[in-house]
């Protein structure tokens, strides 16, 4: 099972480019998060959305949007990237475990995405 | 607003001796999640431990078990028998308490992510 897949792995861009991360989970979670990680940072979410169909504002949402395309996918734009916007990326589900009645709230990671915008 | 706060940045151990990376957080909940989560060099952020904040016993997975002092705001992880695969850099996180779910309902949290431990295991 793949878990949670992210692409591209990595990615360069000039300023005021545009892209979009994508996310994909095949644990049939309801929800799903973005954060990014900085540097002697720990993570931040930038994004989630708790069930198909809604998505909220985390800690530091300026710059993004997101889509959640379907259950399964749930993707992160970058409109006019900004160098402050260097940062490796993660997306994230959650929901019920698999063979489980109960969700127990732990979130399961993508591999990251390493962005770097000159 | 909750906060976690990792007050090493650095620790060292000696393979198959004991360490323990310290964790406090700041919140005005009672109900709450903390984890630990590993980020070896492979960038992948792997769960280590759980625990739920109204249990009073300490979770253990097999090497690694947490002292959890809910008053004190307190959540250190210790690492027993310490390998090689263990170096990695180790965050503490804290989630808010949700509503549990209804049959087939949606259950989620925030995490809120500490500054990270990075951990070195020498031979």
């Known amino acids: 099972n793949a878990g949670v897949t992210q692409t591209p792995k990595f990615q360069v861009l000039k300023t005021g480019q545009s892209m979009t991360l994508q996310c994909a989970q095949d644990?049939?979670?309801?929800?799903m998060y973005w954060y990014r990680q900085d540097p002697g940072m720990g993570l931040r979410l930038i994004y989630y959305?708790?069930?198909?169909?809604?998505?909220d504002k985390g800690e530091v949402p300026n710059g993004y949007n997101v889509s959640r395309l379907n259950k399964r996918e749930f993707s992160l734009r970058l409109e006019s990237a900004a160098p402050s916007q260097t940062s490796v990326y993660f997306c994230?589900?959650?929901?019920?475990?698999?063979?489980?009645?109960?969700?127990?709230?732990?979130?399961?990671f993508g591999a990251g995405t390493r962005l770097s915008v000159l | 607003a909750q906060t976690v706060t990792q007050s090493q940045p650095e620790m060292s151990v000696q393979e198959a001796e004991t360490v323990t990376l310290s964790c406090t957080y700041d919140?005005?909940?009672?109900?709450?999640?903390l984890f630990w989560y590993k980020q070896p060099p492979s960038r992948q952020m792997i769960l280590v431990i759980r625990?739920?904040?109204?249990?009073?016993q300490n979770a253990t997975e097999n090497r690694f078990s947490v002292n959890f002092q809910k008053a004190a705001k307190s959540f250190s992880l210790k690492i027993s028998d310490s390998q090689l695969g263990d170096t990695a850099m180790y965050f503490c996180?804290?989630?808010?308490?949700?509503?549990?779910?209804?049959?087939?309902?949606?259950?989620?949290?925030?995490?809120?992510f500490g500054q990270g431990t990075i951990l070195t295991v020498h031979p």
């Open positions: 994230a589900s959650s929901g019920r475990e698999r063979g489980g009645t109960l969700a127990k709230n732990i979130q399961y």
């Open positions: 644990m049939n979670h309801n929800s």
């Open positions: 959305s708790a069930s198909e169909g809604t998505t």
């Open positions: 919140t005005s909940e009672s109900n709450y999640y």
């Open positions: 625990q739920e904040a109204y249990k009073q």
């Open positions: 996180a804290f989630m808010k308490h949700v509503l549990p779910p209804s049959a087939g309902g949606t259950s989620y949290g925030k995490l809120t």
